[in-house]
């Protein structure tokens, strides 16, 4: 069966330190890979999808950044953070054609810059 | 300009009774929905999809009606239990289009089932 982890689970950070949040996902093939952010009290925000390794789309204009340096290895990455990259980041997984598929979420990992 | 609405921020139901979570579109491209349920502090789970050549799918207690006319679907949960007692998110995507296969996500329901 197919899994997915994110870590660290949990995250305290200075503005204007970097970030490296890591996702991988095991017992699937070429799987789309999507990062998602919620915000206290919003819904899901769509940040990145990668269809492959090394092809990463970005969704939303930011200081942030995702790499797929591995086939099932998804990494969002910051050089300075914000106040407002705080939030809850997800990690998610699909196999098929894009549009039509269930997307399945990692476990998060809750960041607080102060 | 928001694509998948979930007017209702909050639903209390009592045990036992049946629970209906709303959800409406504008996109007319959509053609895939799915309802995932989150506890706080962890990630969403998958509940149940429908695509849009139907009209109902169930699954247990959970069944999911849609009314592409009325661009609209709700999610039934029979018998309610404590346990059911999370936020609740709507989702669409279509293949091509604006969205290019993205899922869209609404802003969540939060049920509370009292015992």
């Known amino acids: 069966s197919q899994t997915i982890h994110q870590w660290p689970a949990t995250l305290v950070q200075p503005v204007g330190s970097p970030l490296s949040l890591e996702c991988t996902v095991e017992?699937?093939?070429?799987?789309?890979l999507y990062w998602y952010r919620q915000a206290a009290g919003r819904g899901l925000q769509l940040l990145f999808y990668?269809?492959?390794?090394?092809?990463i789309s970005s969704e939303v204009p930011q200081n942030l950044s995702a790499s797929r340096p591995q086939d099932r290895q998804f990494i969002l990455s910051s050089k300075k953070l914000l106040l407002s990259d705080s939030g809850f980041y997800l990690c998610?997984?699909?196999?098929?054609?894009?549009?039509?598929?269930?997307?399945?979420f990692g476990p998060g990992t809750r960041l607080l810059v102060l | 300009d928001q694509q998948v609405k979930q007017n209702s921020p909050s639903l209390s139901v009592q045990e036992g009774r049946i629970s209906i979570l709303n959800c409406d579109y504008t996109?007319?491209?959509?053609?895939?929905f799915l309802w995932y349920k989150k506890y706080p502090a962890e990630g969403p789970t998958f509940l149940i999809s429908?695509?849009?050549?139907?009209d109902k799918n169930e699954d247990g207690r959970f069944t999911v009606f849609l009314n592409k006319s009325a661009k609209h679907l709700s999610l039934h949960i029979v018998p309610s239990q404590p346990g059911d007692s999370a936020v609740y998110f709507c989702?669409?995507?279509?293949?091509?289009?604006?969205?290019?296969?993205?899922?869209?996500f609404g802003k969540g329901t939060k049920l509370s089932v009292k015992p």
């Open positions: 998610a997984w699909s196999v098929g054609d894009r549009g039509r598929e269930t997307q399945y």
């Open positions: 017992g699937t093939s070429n799987p789309n």
């Open positions: 990668s269809v492959g390794i090394g092809q």
């Open positions: 996109n007319s491209m959509f053609d895939y």
């Open positions: 429908i695509s849009s050549i139907k």
């Open positions: 989702a669409a995507s279509a293949p091509y289009g604006g969205s290019q296969g993205n899922l869209i």
